[in-house]
Structures are given as C-alpha cells and as structure tokens.
C-alpha cells in the first residue's frame, strides 16, 4: 500500500466527513482501484478518518440547521450516498423533534410572510406554503398540521 496516497486521503477525510464512496471517486481519480483502494479504505477506517456514522451524524444535523430540510429529503440523500441503514438511523437521531417541529413552523412563517404580499386567495398561500415545505423534505401530514396551525 501506498503511504503517499494513504497520507493524502487521510488528509482528504480530515477536511472533512467523508463516506467510503467519496473516497473511492477520489482514489480512482487518484489512480488506485481494487484491491488497493479497498485496503486504504479500510486504513482509513481502522485510524478513524473515516466513519460514516459519523458521517452520517454531522450530515443529517447540519443540512437540517442550516439549510431547513425535513427528514425525507435528509434520509433520501444518505441513501443516495450509499450509506447502511443503520448509519441513516444514527444520523436522523440527531434530530430532535421539538426542533424538528419548530423548524418546520420557522421555516413556514417566514415564507408565509414572503407570499402573502402577493397571494391573496388563503386556498392558493396553503397550497404553496405545503409544495414548499415538502420540496424541503417534510412529511405531508406533519406539514398540513402545521399550515393549518398558522
């Protein structure tokens, strides 16, 4: 194995929380594959560059605290990414659900706020302030509740 290019993933995973197939994409455009690729993946695990609990974890907390996204759309892209579904769960813990909960209604008052200069009809606000909300990933019955509430 390749110390140079193990040192240079490792340094790749401490910039920041990487899953194994980032690193895989990585190393291909580094030119290791196979077997090589596997045993510096598993290095990297063994010196805890890489976790995808972890991952997981600081992915799920972060796209719900900064960017507002629901549950659904968090839990999409962890899939999409690859992860088991057990790292998924240890990442959607790290959303309590009083948070949660507030979010969703932060994230509807202020768009409500920013439609109603235009929408007059409350038929018609309801329904964007719902496509909105669940464009950002949140579950349908929660985000009707929600609207109603408002």
């Known amino acids: 194995m390749d110390r140079l290019i193990l040192q240079k993933a490792a340094s790749y995973c401490a910039y920041q929380e990487r899953t194994q197939d980032e690193v895989k994409q990585r190393l291909k455009k580094w030119d290791v594959w ?64 009083e948070a949660y909960i507030s979010g969703l209604k932060e994230l509807l008052g202020k768009k409500k706020m920013l439609l109603a200069k235009t929408e007059t009809d409350p038929f018609r606000l309801k329904q964007k302030l719902a496509r909105f909300a669940l464009g950002k990933g949140y579950e349908s019955e929660l985000v009707w509740k929600e609207i109603e509430n408002l």
Not at 49 to 78: C, D, H, P
């Open 34 to 97: 196979g077997e090589e690729a596997d045993e510096i993946i598993a290095e990297l695990i063994s010196m805890n560059y890489l976790s995808e609990e972890r991952f997981a974890k600081t992915y799920a907390g972060g796209k719900f605290r900064v960017k507002n996204w629901g549950r659904m759309k968090i839990r999409q892209e962890l899939h999409r990414r690859g992860l088991s579904e057990y790292s998924i769960q240890k990442g959607m813990n790290e959303i309590q659900d």
